[in-house]
């Protein structure tokens, strides 16, 4: 069942000569983790900040459960139902420590005070970050940052929460436990919706839609988007299991073309007993 409904989206910056996002058609279910993918300045963010209405159609409409972001009643609704994660960890902080920035948003709501201490700490604790509820944020890892701003999503009980190229300045293990979350807000039935340059983070998303000159130029599965050979005129380059697999098999290694690393490494590992047998 469709959360978000996109339905022939236009939106101009002023300064724009045309449109960012030309007749953009597309709705994200319940659950769902999507990935944007798209070269610099094909949209993506754009199209992020309309799902929560950060930005308003000029042009169409953005439905969120059943809720019209161009009606100005419907805005704070909407935010409240769609968190947003943004890639500087640093610009979003307000508070003096971490149990303080969590419990920001859920002050700001007139949230019950007897139950806001419990609804923090399950929050820290769903992102590995309970340690931490007395420490001040800008002790903390730009990861840890990170982890910080999704438990102060979160701690909102949103239907959808929004990563705007959130991986983008932190660490290789700090990429690897927001990734991590990211799947764990799926298996809560939250919708992910996830802006990467990153075609390796979109491996495990339900769906994948590219971007281009602020169209949809493609979307699929990523097994059946990161089939195709003409990703490049996406400004996309292919994941690399798939890419090296596809250059054994033009060598004449008889290989699977997969996206699979573990998978291609067994089939190398059979051909080298293979050969040594």
Not at 42 to 55: C, E, I, P, Q, V
Not at 77 to 93: A, T
Not at 191 to 220: F, K, M, N
């Amino acid at each position: 069942m469709a959360l978000i409904e996109i339905d022939r989206l236009v939106s101009h910056y002023a300064s724009s000569s045309g449109p960012i996002l030309n007749n953009i058609n597309l709705s994200i279910d319940r659950g769902e983790y999507l990935v944007l993918l798209g070269a610099n300045g094909s949209g993506k963010t754009t199209l992020l900040r309309h799902l929560n209405a950060l930005l308003i159609p000029r042009t169409g409409r953005v439905l969120v459960d059943g809720l019209a972001s161009s009606d100005l009643e419907n805005r704070i609704p909407i935010r409240r139902k769609v968190g947003m994660v943004f890639q500087s960890p640093e610009d979003q902080i307000v508070a003096a420590t971490v149990e303080q920035e969590v419990a920001f948003g859920l002050e700001n709501i007139a949230y019950p005070e007897e139950q806001l201490e419990k609804a923090v700490i399950e929050a820290l604790e769903m992102v590995g970050m309970e340690q931490a509820r007395k420490a001040s944020p800008f002790e903390l890892s730009p990861g840890e940052l990170q982890r910080v701003a999704v438990a102060a999503v979160t701690a909102m009980n949103p239907d959808c929460v929004l990563f705007d190229e959130a991986t983008s300045m932190i660490d290789p293990r700090g990429r690897r436990d927001l990734l991590q979350l990211m799947r764990r807000l799926k298996g809560r039935g939250i919708s992910v919706v996830s802006v990467t340059h990153e075609v390796e983070e979109a491996l495990e998303a339900d769906r994948i839609v590219v971007l281009q000159r602020g169209r949809v130029a493609a979307e699929g599965a990523p097994a059946e988007l990161f089939a195709r050979t003409d990703l490049e005129r996406f400004g996309l380059l292919a994941p690399e299991a798939i890419d090296f697999s596809r250059r054994l098999r033009r060598v004449g290694l008889p290989v699977l073309e997969t996206l699979d690393e573990e998978a291609l490494a067994a089939d190398l590992e059979a051909l080298k007993k293979g050969v040594e047998g």
